[in-house]
């Protein structure tokens, strides 16, 4: 089952809703815009991101390469860059492998 950005919300709003905790879809997807812009701040610096439940996202760096344009086929130089990777946690590894 995916999720789309809609229904993360609408479930994370229900999700509280039945625990006690009234809270707005609006205040749901404002708590979600703010930690990626936090998470992209803390990256950008070279740190690590906790994912409460998940794991951490960490920056890496990807060297230069080559690659091929796959419409003509010619060689084409692709820059470094940095990217962000998830490190899966220990909880999280343990639920996708369960018997």
Do not use: H
């Amino acid at each position: 089952m995916s999720l789309t950005q809609k229904e993360l919300i609408e479930t994370i709003r229900n999700d509280l809703g039945v625990g006690g905790t009234p809270i707005s879809l609006t205040q749901v997807e404002a708590v979600l815009r703010y930690y990626g812009t936090v998470a992209a701040r803390a990256l950008k610096e070279d740190g690590e991101v906790p994912l409460p439940g998940l794991g951490k996202l960490k920056a890496s760096q990807r060297a230069a390469r080559t690659g091929r344009n796959p419409a003509t086929g010619k060689p084409i130089e692709i820059p470094a860059k940095t990217t962000a990777k998830l490190v899966v946690g220990k909880g999280l590894d343990e639920a996708l492998n369960q018997p």
